[in-house]
């Protein structure tokens, strides 16, 4: 009774700090979900992206640029990566994950040019969590404030160009890009375009992640594509993905609930190696349960999946 009421003192005590995290990289979950389910492009770029962002932004802030300054050029940054992948996917016929691993490999290079060394301390620099009224800056209500509006925001703008005919148009090619190019719809467009502002949300995640920590590094978006995965079946196992809006809300959802879980693993005294281990058990546990429930299903079903 001492051990689980002394994991549930350290959860709680550890929940705001995960949460502000959370909310944080739930634009990383966001940018995996954009061309995986509504272009039906598996993309990596985000992986490279993340660091993008952050290594932009950790050089401006160190050269007293504003805060939001640094994350709209980190957009733009993350944006041309994106597009930039779609290009080679489109242009030379490269498959879309080898056409992200290209871009994800020399994004290394560029960022350690960017930054001039592996990483860069932005202590004392201002931030957009400064500007939270009532709230310390650097503690986690503040970060979970700014976080939280820039995610509704992103989220009802979002909802609202899908609903769109542009945005209609880009998840038509996601569905069928021959019927959507016989329709008059320019696929390129929609594709890099799409990719786009995947990759640009990652690195905007990327950017608000080194004016959360206070230091920027090259490495830092090792792992951040599995844990966004993760977060993202979580979120779309609660949520849904049945329409558009249960689609967009899946990554915040899941990037939540996934951060929380993570939470309680290290209250309850897991090793933080071993969380690399487990977040990819529960990666590969959620994708095999569909597989896994059809199997057990009757035997009239299995034999009509079998044909």
């Not at 560029?110 to 592996?118: A, D, E, P, T, V």
Request: proline share 6%; hydrophobic share 55%.
């Amino acid at each position: 009774m001492g051990f689980i009421q002394d994991v549930l003192t350290s959860f709680v005590a550890i929940m705001p700090v995960t949460l502000a995290q959370s909310l944080i990289l739930a634009f990383v979950v966001l940018g995996i979900m954009i061309p995986f389910r509504m272009l039906n492009f598996p993309d990596l770029t985000s992986e490279g992206a993340f660091p993008l962002g952050g290594c932009v932004c950790g050089v401006l802030l160190a050269a007293g640029v504003s805060p939001l300054t640094c994350i709209v050029v980190a957009f733009a940054a993350g944006f041309a990566a994106g597009c930039c992948t779609a290009f080679i996917h489109l242009r030379f016929r490269i498959h879309t994950l080898l056409a992200g691993i290209l871009m994800m490999t020399m994004l290394y290079s560029i960022n350690l040019r960017i930054m001039g060394k592996s990483n860069l301390s932005v202590f004392g620099s201002p931030t957009v969590f400064d500007w939270v009224p009532l709230a310390r800056p650097g503690f986690p209500a503040s970060k979970i404030v700014v976080a939280g509006l820039l995610a509704l925001v992103v989220f009802a703008a979002l909802y609202m160009f899908f609903r769109t005919e542009k945005g209609t148009a880009v998840r038509a090619v996601g569905a069928n890009p021959d019927m959507a190019e016989a329709q008059g719809i320019n696929v390129w467009a929609a594709t890099i375009g799409g990719v786009g502002l995947a990759s640009a949300f990652s690195a905007s995640s990327g950017a608000l992640m080194v004016q959360s920590q206070g230091f920027a590094d090259v490495n830092m978006g090792l792992g951040i594509l599995i844990n966004g995965l993760a977060a993202l079946m979580i979120g779309e196992a609660v949520v849904g993905k049945q329409t558009v809006w249960r689609q967009l809300l899946a990554p915040f959802a899941g990037a939540i609930i996934y951060y929380q879980l993570v939470s309680f693993c290290l209250a309850a005294g897991m090793p933080p190696p071993d969380l690399k281990l487990a977040t990819g058990l529960f990666v590969l546990a959620m994708l095999a349960l569909p597989s896994l429930k059809r199997s057990r299903g009757p035997a009239p079903a299995r034999e009509a999946i079998r044909e």
